[in-house]
């Protein structure tokens, strides 16, 4: 436990603050108090930095435990949802000592029904001041498929918004620092930076009840992953002999097997008499993008290269080389939207040919990347020679800045939405 106190009480004040050391405790300006501790000062915590600035006090309403319960529950939205949002706000608390106060229930409904915020609340400071309010937003799971929809302020209410989620790794807390979206999760890393108040926990580890529930199931694995990419680019397979299938994608009969079942467990995959057919298919797409991007697309990297993107290049006869363009290029052909600034090309080994074709050199921080093409490419058909539509979605949002996402956006609702049953 730690005590976060306004500058002018620091000077006399005992306890854990001081306990930390001048190295640990230092002022940036007269009214601004800056506070850090390390793993050492507190082993439950990886990394923790608060800063407290300006004496800001308004009248709050105070809600206990049990009143915070009633007043989620009374909310008109996903019971899921209500336990992410307790969770977040107890573990934030837990480590902080600043406590997370929702507003009343009345105001948040009229929020949620206008602006689709989930719930309005302010930062109480021990000190008995409030910052604040803030919109909430509870997404079950972030990743980078749906962090390009999130806005940092909430359009309809001009609110900063935070968002609430069951766990943040510490590669996605990075992403999120660097695009200043609040966040909190059920295990209590956070990143809350208003004009006086800057809180940034990370690397606390995923909840064992979590860690349960989220142990890899085979359907994201990269076999899985080949075989829903699969079904979603040809619907008629789902109904198909598992043979056919097997043959069709070049995965093994046991993994389909255990792929369609846990597509159904899942919620993924409907059987009604001998029928089959997908279900929540955007949700599916974006836990595919997200599983391909942190588990997959590494080991399919070939090497990265040094090398200009000529006009030359898009006019160039991929077919013959065994090759399909991904990433910025083909969003580009796609949308015609993006100026591309990397280039991504899939290859079916060996990659001899694209290196002489482009003259690659190889170097690690090079702008071209080539990755080996995993889905059946046997009779595939592509959009002027680019990679499956869902396949450079994921690399768009694996580069991740915004304008990338943006144009994901994009690719999603022209190449990939209309596809929906």
Known sequence: MFTICEPSEIVNRPGPLQALGDRNLRFVRSNQLFYKCSTKSFPAIACLTIRVTGPIVHELLVFTRRERLELLNGMDQDTTENRILEQAIEAFERI??????????????????????????????????????????VKRRLNRANLGQINPQTQKTGLPTIIATEYVNPKMAETLVKRNIPFLDTAGNALINADDVFVYIAGRRIPQELR?????????????????????????????????????????????????????????????????????????????????????????????????????WLDTDLEQLGAWWGGEVAAAKMTNYLKPETTTIYVKPPAGRVQAKFGLRKDPNGNVELLEAFWPTEGAITHRRCAPAIVVYADLLAIGDDRTIETARMLYEKRIAIHRE
């Open 96 to 137: 902080t000592t600043i406590r997370l106060e929702l507003e009343g229930h009345a105001m948040a409904q009229h929020m949620h029904e206008e602006a689709n915020v989930d719930a309005l609340l302010h930062l109480r400071m021990p000190n008995g001041r409030t910052v604040g309010p803030f919109a909430v937003e």
């Open 212 to 312: 349960q529930a989220k142990a890899p199931t085979r359907a994201f694995r990269t076999p899985g992953l080949k075989l829903i990419l699969a079904l979603l680019d040809n619907r008629t397979l789902l109904n198909a002999k598992y043979r056919h299938i097997a043959k069709a994608t070049g995965v093994a009969l046991g993994t389909i097997t255990n792929v369609f079942k846990d597509l159904e467990e899942l919620g993924y995959l409907q059987t009604v008499g001998d029928k089959r057919r997908l279900r929540n298919f955007d949700d599916l797409v974006r836990k595919w993008a997200d599983a391909y991007i942190e588990k997959t697309r590494n080991n399919l990297v070939i090497g990265r290269y040094n090398g200009e993107l000529a006009e030359t």
